[in-house]
């Protein structure tokens, strides 16, 4: 893969990015029909357009302000998968309490569409572990009927409440302490 960022303005950056992958699905003794099913060789030639707008007054430790992130990646210019997918994230920051706990709210979303194709599983979105807390890595989402294999999504959202605050500690530990809860889907 390569790719390219740059700034576009005082608070904007744009990246421009492909990737050429060349996979080998090889379904394990038991596996499951769909993942059987997508067995084989494949090539994935993807090109992704994103931007940012970064507009807190930190991008380590935000406590005012807000974010936004989109990206577009289209798939088959080249190789056997041919999809668009599309990402979205953003955030408010707000000091409350007297301005000694930072309230977050983080909206995350995703969505991808098969160009004349089905959309495999290795292509789609996987939720769990660090992108939904509380769930094992591609925890959450459809399932095999028969051996419970996840089977990703094609479509998720995820919103997060957050309040972030300090310990007591000194600063120059940074270490704060965390309380959210996370909502969201992916079907």
Same mark, same amino acid.
């Given at each position: 893969g390569v790719g390219l960022g740059y700034a576009n303005g005082e608070y904007c950056r744009q990246n421009i990015n492909y990737s050429l992958q060349k996979r080998n699905i090889i379904a394990y003794s038991g596996a499951s029909s769909s993942i059987v099913a997508e067995s084989g060789a494949n090539t994935l030639s993807l090109f992704t357009l994103g931007n940012t707008i970064d507009k807190s007054n930190s991008r380590i430790d935000p406590t005012n302000g807000w974010f936004f992130s989109n990206s577009i990646g289209l798939a088959g210019i080249g190789g056997d998968k041919k999809y668009i997918k599309i990402n979205s994230s953003l955030a408010r920051y707000d000091l409350i309490f007297n301005e000694k706990v930072t309230l977050s709210l983080i909206g995350k979303t995703g969505y991808i569409l098969g160009l004349g194709q089905n959309i495999e599983i290795s292509d789609r979105f996987i939720l769990g572990d660090s #992108? /939904? !807390? +509380? /769930?094992?890595?591609? &925890? @959450? +989402?459809? $399932?095999?009927?028969?051996?419970?294999?996840? @089977? +990703? &999504?094609n479509f998720?959202? #995820?919103?997060?409440?957050?309040?972030? /605050?300090g310990l007591g500690l000194p600063k120059e530990l940074g270490i704060k &302490? $965390? #309380? /959210? !809860?996370t909502a969201g889907t992916l079907t």
């Open positions: #992108t /939904f !807390v +509380g /769930f094992q890595n591609a &925890g @959450l +989402g459809p $399932r095999d009927k028969i051996d419970d294999s996840a @089977l +990703g &999504g998720y959202y #995820t919103f997060t409440p957050e309040m972030k /605050f &302490g $965390r #309380t /959210f !809860v």
